[in-house]
């Protein structure tokens, strides 16, 4: 047992990232057959989704996109401090991009209810009136940013839960992978919107 | 010599088992959850065949029927033969076959048991609760199943989390075959199981996200009916079906390659020969998996496509042949001017190339535009995939068990028992599939409750192979859990192997190597 234990011990810094990749890859072929549908659609109805997409509102989504973004800087930037030996500014880093994934749910609820106030979501009677292009529309629209928010809160947990071990101090200086792949995870959360956003807000 | 069958990890009984990260116990684990699943799915089977005997209603309802092929596919595929060799047999042998103390990612692995468990888990219970249980056939189409009111949510959330765990396992074997090979352990000096678990661990890895989205959107049509599937809503049903095959045939391969690798390692042990074509049957695993990626359309021939696309799904379909053949060609060419001993893995083994070319070859069958539309969708189909997946995957997964007993359990098993029960089950194979092919070609529809006269001697010559095959299927597991105790004695390489795993003791220690081998030669260099 003590051989294998400090095998176990010893942390395979690039075997832990390729697994991490590995993971990323199967993100991506998740969100990959939505796309799929989405070009199939859009290919279809394109004057429809052209129109539609007025109803939605470039600035909201834009903020969001600015929040995303920068969010992903101060992850970075929480990484690069904990590898220089600043604990604290690392801890502080973390705090700040978990506010702004709060500050993007918080964004994404209010534009959902305001669209579902007007009867536009899955099913309502008011959504059903409007033609086939409208319908496919919003129904990507919830799907997809709905699929994305839930990788928002799990990249949030996931920060979170780093965020108790910097504080710890399992994750530290010279263990930072967890860390790292938290991050890798978060970048991918904000890539998956960079796409998202000009596939709903900037089509028109 | 203390074998990891001593090392509990710390806990009490059962729970040195469920909690822990040593991959060997993780893999004997998923062998019994994956054994007491083929039984169910075996009665399953049975229980329909027996009901088809003879034309007319007998003891079962047509509804009934109806769950009864859901779910004898649902438990074959998600719970047995998808996990099937690579979990089970895979994750004992893989650390062991690159001379590993234990794959890269232990309690991911245990985790993806987990994942395993539950699956299967929701999927019983959906049989039970709700409406009642699926009665939409394993492939879950739209638009009956948004529509039907029995509990397919519930039951395709199940098959959700069986996805879960077989994509992180398939990453947790690249991450190991890339990082953790022993000095020496070149790419091409692993043994050819192993190369073709990597292959599958990538089509794992790549394919399986797109049916958890696909089966998320079936939840989420049926729960809050978005439409992306509903001609109403201007959706189209066709879509998920491609969705669903884009997934489900690379899957085909997540379930034959680790059988040809199993095949692969134990026929130059058995004929005494290297094997033939090793860097060609490694690549063409690879292959397979790449072109696996690009013919599903052909499940979908006559669902509604344009000729074009058909015809380059044919040639596509056509062109996976090649490197299937390339295997065949070699795994016979190994064995040629060989010292051939019939023990029972080579029996298993040799009935699986028999009776997978039979399965490939009428796979043409179906790849050819004009005959597709004769044959889809009646038994000629049922017969081509239980070749496939029974006489294929199912016959190699045998061979493999018996092969790889005596390091497991450090036992032999009944060897006389073996060879009397592979002839039964050889011939019970037989006499239950090939009259479908007939069945199929006179025009005999698959997943149909009754059928008209003419069809009754094939359905009852099949009937009567199902118990002939069930008999055989039992004996093997008496001769295997007797052999747990009262098998002889195995030495540490019985069969004169000599890849990594057969170097160290049967059953290995908890660390696998008593010290970190040093890999000089080949796989199949024989003294």
Redesign the interface.
């Known amino acids: 047992?003590s051989?294998?234990h400090l095998?176990?011990e010893h942390i395979?810094y690039?075997?832990s990232k390729?697994?991490m990749w590995?993971?990323l890859?199967?993100?991506i072929?998740?969100?990959?057959?939505?796309f799929?549908?989405y070009a199939?659609?859009r290919a279809q109805?394109a004057q429809e989704f052209h129109n539609t997409a007025h109803g939605l509102s470039t600035i909201l989504g834009a903020v969001n996109t600015i929040i995303l973004l920068t969010s992903s800087l101060t992850m970075a930037l929480s990484i690069v401090a904990l590898r220089q030996g600043k604990k604290n500014s690392s801890i502080v880093f973390q705090a700040i991009t978990l506010l702004f994934g709060l500050a993007f749910l918080v964004n994404k609820y209010f534009e959902w209810s305001g669209h579902i106030h007007e009867g536009l979501y899955?099913?309502a009677p008011e959504l059903?009136s409007r033609?086939?292009?409208e319908?496919?529309f919003y129904?990507?629209y919830?799907?997809m940013t709905g699929?994305h928010g839930i990788h928002v809160v799990i990249g949030m947990i996931a920060i979170a839960a780093m965020l108790w071990l910097t504080v710890r101090g399992n994750v530290s200086g010279e263990n930072f992978n967890k860390l790292e792949n938290a991050g890798l995870y978060w970048h991918l959360v904000d890539i998956i919107w960079i796409y998202l956003f000009p596939l709903f807000y900037l089509i028109t | 010599m203390e074998n990891f069958y001593h090392r509990t990890g710390g806990y009490p009984g059962i729970f040195g088992w469920i909690f822990s990260t040593d991959h060997k116990r993780i893999g004997l684990l998923y062998l019994g959850s994956m054994f007491t699943f083929f039984l169910v799915g075996m009665t399953l089977g049975l229980t329909m065949r027996l009901e088809l005997i003879a034309p007319g209603t007998h003891f079962i309802t047509s509804q009934t029927y109806n769950a009864l092929f859901t779910l004898h596919g649902v438990i074959m595929i998600f719970l047995f033969i998808i996990p099937g060799i690579p979990a089970s047999l895979g994750n004992f042998m893989l650390p062991l076959q690159i001379g590993a103390q234990d794959v890269a990612f232990p309690r991911l692995n245990l985790m993806s048991w987990w994942f395993y468990i539950a699956g299967a888990v929701v999927v019983l219970t959906s049989l039970f609760t709700g409406g009642g249980p699926p009665d939409t056939g394993w492939t879950f189409y739209v638009p009956y199943s948004v529509r039907t009111g029995t509990n397919v949510s519930l039951a395709v959330f199940g098959v959700f989390l069986l996805g879960a765990s077989s994509t992180l396992t398939g990453l947790n074997f690249l991450t190991t075959i890339h990082r953790l090979r022993a000095p020496g352990m070149t790419w091409f000096r692993m043994p050819l199981f192993t190369w073709s678990l990597y292959a599958t661990a990538w089509v794992q890895l790549l394919a399986t996200p797109v049916i958890a989205i696909t089966l998320l959107l079936l939840i989420v049509e049926r729960s809050f009916g978005v439409g992306f599937f509903d001609p109403a809503k201007g959706g189209d049903p066709i879509l998920f079906e491609h969705l669903f095959w884009i997934y489900s045939h690379p899957a085909v391969y997540i379930m034959i390659l680790p059988a040809m690798g199993a095949v692969t390692d134990i026929i130059p042990v058995f004929s005494r020969r290297v094997i033939f074509g090793y860097k060609a049957i490694a690549f063409s695993s690879i292959a397979i998996a790449v072109l696996g990626y690009l013919v599903w359309g052909h499940h979908m021939f006559t669902s509604g496509m344009s000729d074009f696309s058909r015809m380059i799904f044919s040639l596509l379909t056509f062109l996976v042949a090649v490197p299937s053949g390339i295997k065949v060609f070699n795994w016979v060419a190994s064995m040629y001017k060989g010292s051939i001993q019939l023990d029972s893995p080579m029996l298993f083994t040799i009935s699986f190339i028999f009776l997978f070319s039979i399965g490939g070859l009428t796979g043409l069958v179906q790849g050819a535009l004009a005959t597709n539309v004769h044959v889809h969708g009646t038994y000629f189909i049922v017969a081509h995939f239980h070749y496939v997946m029974f006489g294929g995957t199912v016959f190699a997964f045998f061979a493999a068990l018996h092969y790889w007993y005596p390091k497991m359990f450090g036992r032999m098993m009944n060897e006389k028992l073996a060879r009397t029960y592979w002839f039964i089950m050889f011939i019970g194979f037989n006499t239950l599939y090939f009259p479908m092919f007939i069945l199929g070609w006179q025009g005999m529809p698959r997943r149909y409750y009754d059928y008209l006269p003419k069809y009754h001697a094939g359905h009852l010559i099949s009937t009567i192979g199902s118990w002939i095959l069930a008999t055989g299927v039992l004996l093997m597991f008496y001769n295997f859990f007797r052999s747990l105790s009262k098998g002889e004695k195995a030495g540490n390489n019985p069969w004169n192997a000599a890849t990594l795993e057969w170097q160290t003791t049967s059953p290995p220690p908890t660390e696998n190597f008593e010290e970190v081998p040093e890999v000089t030669q080949g796989p199949y260099t024989f003294r």
Request: proline share 3%; aromatic share 18%.
């Open positions: 047992m051989e294998k095998q176990n395979d690039t075997g390729l697994g590995f993971f890859f199967t993100e072929l998740l969100f990959g057959g939505l799929l549908i199939v659609y109805y899955p099913n059903l033609s086939h292009g319908i496919l129904g990507l919830y799907v699929l």
